[in-house]
Every structure is written in C-alpha cells, then in structure tokens.
C-alpha cells in the first residue's frame, strides 16, 4: 500500500492560522468524522490546542454504525474529554452544542473568569478538510454564513460568525504533511478528506472493498446484487462495474468508472452505516 501525501500551501498557512486565533476563543470544537474519528484527528492537533477546553464532535454519524460510534463517544469521555455525534446535515444532536460550550467556558480559561461568564463564549471550530464545520456552523447560527461544499478545501480564511449568547470562528480545514501510517491516508481518502485528483481511485476503492468485505459482505452482495463475492478484490470491483452495466468497448469492465460509484455509494450512505475503525482496533489515542 503506497502512502498518500498532500500538504499544499494554503494548509501551512491554515496551521499558522488556527495558532494565531486560539489566543481570541474560550472553547475549540473539533469536529471528526465518525467513521474514523482516530484518522481524522489531526496528530498536531493535542500540541497545537494545548489545555484549551474542547468538545469533540463526531460529525457525519448517520454515515457511521451507532452501535461503533457510541463506543467512540465512551472511549473519549474515558479521557477526560466531552464527546457528542452529531449530523450536522440534518442538524441531529447540534442543539446539545451550546450547552455544554458554555459549561466548558465556564470551566475553563482565566481569561473567561477575569471578564465574566456573563459575556458572549467565543468558539473556534477546527477539523480536516470536508469534515462539515460550515455545515455545522451554519446549523448552529440557523443561516447560511459559512460556504459548504461537498468537496475539501471550501472555506480558505478565519470567519466569524454570531449567534445567541456564541461566537464561532471558523477556519481551513488542515491535513497533516506526511501520512506517518498508510491506512489514515487510505480512511481520509476513502471518506472524501483529500482531493480525488492527487490519489489512485481505483487504490482506494480497492482498499474500500477490502474493509466492506471482512466488514458488511451482506450489504456488497445486496447493494450490487450479487450471488458470490470474489475473493480478489479487483475480480470484486470487476463484478460491481459489471453489474451495474459500466463497460467499455468489448464488454470490458470500466473499473475507473466502477472505482468512484462504489466511494460514490459509500460516502452518501448507499451502502448503510459503515464505520471504518472501532476504539478496539487502536492503541493510543
């Protein structure tokens, strides 16, 4: 498995960003993906934030299994950190939001103490990119003040945006320069957190159908109707593109075209609720 790498400018430059404003919020919110709230954590991210409060939210969980997300929600609450899922979408679990901010400034920094906690809690929403924070924060301030996008890389500088009793700050999604363990490289690119034009689609897929296979082999088999599931995974795809009429001159399967269906289907659920890692399946956080 060769490792995806991607660190453009403008994600050096979102880094330095989110250092710069940290010292202006009360309370950080990461948000992950629930499907893979370990490898869309950003490793820098515990030296960056320091002692900040924060709440992790686990966004996108209508994409992930409840059963594998609530586990997730227990192992970081096992750390001494508020966890909730949220479906920033549809807006499911977002009302929990400013309650337990407002809580965490009240817990938190001096500087929240010294001006009194009557005053308006200041937010900043960090995560990888396309995780949905412009989503979010546009659930949470019931306007569309932030540009979404179902692509990564939308919104490119700091915007404030005002709500009842918060201010949220949000900022560039940021990736990390180097994938130290292939498989993150492979989950973030799975789920859409890096640009399809730098990787191998067909790789990914590959890499998709790999998990799904030991995983959901019911959901492939009823998704694609098929009778048997191939044990090589590219025969797999092949069968996929097959079924759904993708061919090429000859009869001949487009496993490119078979490639993005299947991340296609994936990503927007068609395949049911799939989370890609369990707590168990790690050692650190």
């Not at 179902?150 to 201010?167: A, N, S």
């Not at 694609?224 to 797999?236: A, I």
């Not at 079924?243 to 399967?253: C, N």
Request: aromatic fraction near 4%; hydrophobic fraction near 40%; proline fraction near 5%.
């Amino acid at each position: 498995m060769s490792n995806i790498q991607w660190f453009p400018g403008h994600m050096a430059k979102a880094k330095r960003l989110v250092c710069e404003s940290l010292k202006l919020v009360d309370v950080v919110i990461e948000l992950l993906d629930a499907r893979i709230p370990i490898s869309s954590r950003n490793p820098m991210i515990n030296e960056i934030l320091g002692s900040k409060p924060r709440l992790i939210v686990l966004n996108k969980s209508d994409l992930a299994d409840p059963v594998v997300t609530s586990k997730w929600q227990q192992f970081f609450k096992n750390s001494n950190i508020e966890c909730i899922s949220v479906n920033s979408v549809k807006g499911q679990g977002v009302s929990q939001i400013p309650t337990i901010v407002k809580n965490l400034a009240c817990k938190g920094s001096e500087n929240t103490k010294r001006r009194g906690f009557s005053k308006i809690v200041k937010c900043m929403v960090v995560g990888i990119p396309n995780i949905g924070k412009s989503s979010l924060i546009n659930r949470l301030s019931k306007r569309k003040s932030a540009k979404t996008a179902d692509k990564p890389g939308v919104t490119k500088g700091k915007q404030w945006i005002k709500m009842e009793g918060m201010m949220l700050l949000d900022t560039p999604g940021i990736l990390w320069p180097k994938f130290d363990d292939p498989e993150v490289g492979m989950k973030l690119a799975v789920t859409g957190a890096i640009k399809e034009q730098v990787l191998d689609i067909e790789q990914v897929a590959l890499y998709l159908l790999n998990i799904l296979y030991v995983k959901v082999p019911n959901k492939l088999m009823e998704r694609y109707k098929l009778d048997k599931l191939s044990e090589d995974r590219f025969e797999l795809l092949i069968q996929i593109g097959r079924k759904r009429g993708l061919l090429l001159g000859g009869g001949v399967v487009d496993t490119q075209k078979a490639a993005v269906l299947l991340l296609k289907e994936y990503r927007s659920g068609k395949l049911g609720a799939i989370s890609l890692e369990e707590p168990e399946d790690i050692e650190v956080v």
